[in-house]
């Protein structure tokens, strides 16, 4: 994995060594960048991740997350982690850091990633937003908020 960053996230370095360990990512090219959202944007991220037609191309999988440089926190994030009976399951929880946000939208993207690259089963939203959850949890219990 290629990673290209304009920003400080030693802790987010470490919480992707750790979660692709078992993983291969070598087709890869991931950039994180902080952007400036414009004021009637609230959100935290935008993330804009490389499509299927590219893979079979055997080009590199880009993956590209924005982080809103001008978020004021804490966000609570809330997302349908499942489906069951035609209904969302909902998970929550409070992102308290940038770095928290960031750990949050890379599990998403990554779990897309691993289904594209057929590491993982079960492309869907939900499964991807359990992910950042996981990812989310797991960095906190290594980096707990200030
Ligand atoms: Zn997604």
Same mark, same amino acid.
């Given at each position: 994995?290629?990673?290209?960053?304009?920003?400080?996230?030693?802790? &987010?370095?470490?919480?992707?060594? +750790?979660?692709?360990? @078992? /993983?291969?990512?070598?087709?890869?090219?991931?950039?994180?960048?902080?952007?400036?959202? @414009? %004021?009637?944007?609230? =959100?935290?991220?935008?993330?804009?991740?490389?499509?299927?037609?590219?893979?079979?191309?055997? =080009?590199?999988? @880009?993956?590209? &997350?924005?982080? @809103?440089?001008?978020? +004021? /926190?804490?966000?609570? +994030? %809330?997302?349908? &982690?499942?489906? /069951?009976?035609? =209904?969302?399951?909902?998970?929550?929880?409070?992102?308290?850091?940038?770095?928290? $946000?960031? $750990?949050?939208?890379?599990?998403?993207?990554?779990?897309?990633?691993? *289904?594209?690259?057929?590491?993982?089963?079960?492309?869907? +939203?939900? =499964?991807?937003?359990? *992910?950042?959850?996981?990812?989310?949890?797991?960095?906190?219990? %290594?980096?707990?908020? &200030?």
């Amino acid at each position: 994995m290629i990673l290209k960053t304009n920003l400080h996230i030693p802790d &987010i370095r470490d919480l992707l060594f +750790e979660q692709l360990k @078992n /993983y291969k990512t070598d087709d890869l090219h991931l950039s994180i960048k902080a952007k400036h959202f @414009n %004021k009637h944007e609230r =959100k935290v991220y935008g993330s804009n991740t490389g499509d299927v037609s590219t893979l079979r191309k055997n =080009k590199p999988y @880009n993956m590209h &997350i924005l982080v @809103n440089s001008g978020k +004021e /926190y804490p966000e609570t +994030e %809330k997302w349908g &982690i499942q489906l /069951y009976k035609n =209904k969302y399951v909902f998970d929550a929880d409070r992102i308290y850091t940038r770095d928290e $946000a960031l $750990a949050w939208i890379l599990g998403h993207e990554f779990w897309h990633y691993f *289904c594209f690259t057929k590491q993982e089963r079960g492309n869907f +939203e939900t =499964k991807a937003n359990a *992910c950042g959850f996981r990812w989310l949890r797991n960095f906190r219990m %290594k980096h707990e908020p &200030i």
